[in-house]
């Protein structure tokens, strides 16, 4: 079983302050990692990836991978109202066809 | 822009009826996905395919089948629609093998099952 755990919540963070979302997978052959943002009633869609060790920025995004902790998160700097929403972490593991996903993390900013 | 469109974006069916939900990539994609979203239990996966003609259960096949007969339209079907089975319905779509790729999701169908 390949599994991903994320902290259900609900995160609450005041606007403008950092919001830290946080990822752990089971399976040593993970090999890429990614952070899709789903608002209500929408479909999932796709914030950032990571496959290497380290940091990743883009924008207000920062994603970062620990392969050795089996470890991957995402910082969102500048927290905005727009940003509440469900993210979920997603897993594709080497030499598999689909990926594998955490249950969310319900992220609210306060105004 | 890559799209992923499904058929209906809500649904209201009867128990016992069958149901047909369509999906359509414009991508070449030759992966693609069905999901569904319960509150609580996150995305389950129910079917993929990675080829036309090909399928592949995933964790809750009970109750549905699917067909992949272009390679850029994939089909759920619910054989005889029963209340359990409301809920949200993801499509996705992907290419293999790419570290940098992930899926594309459709809009989503909301199905309630009456």
């Known amino acids: 079983q390949k599994e991903v755990e994320q902290n259900s919540g609900p995160l609450s963070v005041p606007e403008g302050a950092i919001a830290s979302l946080n990822c752990t997978y089971s399976d040593r052959g993970s090999q890429s990692f990614f952070w899709y943002r789903q608002y209500s009633g929408k479909s999932p869609e796709l914030i950032m990836f990571?496959?290497?060790?380290g940091d990743k920025e883009d924008g207000r995004f920062t994603a970062q991978l620990n392969k050795a902790s089996q470890y991957v998160s995402l910082l969102i700097r500048d927290s905005q109202p727009s940003d509440s929403a469900t993210y979920l972490c997603?897993?594709?593991?080497?030499?598999?066809?689909?990926?594998?996903f955490g249950t969310g993390t319900s992220l609210t900013v306060i105004p | 822009d890559v799209k992923v469109t499904q058929s209906s974006r809500y649904l209201v069916k009867r128990t016992g009826e069958k149901v047909f939900l369509e999906c359509v990539q414009d991508m070449d994609h030759e992966n693609m996905f069905w999901y569904r979203q319960d509150p609580g239990l996150g995305l389950r996966l129910i079917y993929f395919?990675?080829?036309?003609?090909?399928?592949e259960k995933g964790d809750i096949p009970e109750g549905y089948s699917v067909s992949r007969e272009k390679k850029e339209r994939f089909s759920l079907i619910l054989e005889s629609a029963s209340t359990n089975q409301t809920s949200m319905y993801l499509c996705a779509s992907s290419t293999p093998n790419r570290v940098d790729y992930g899926y594309t999701f459709g809009s989503g169908t909301r199905l309630t099952v009456v």
């Open positions: 395919s990675y080829d036309v003609k090909m399928k």
């Open positions: 990571i496959y290497s060790n």
């Open positions: 997603a897993v594709n593991v080497l030499m598999s066809n689909q990926f594998y």
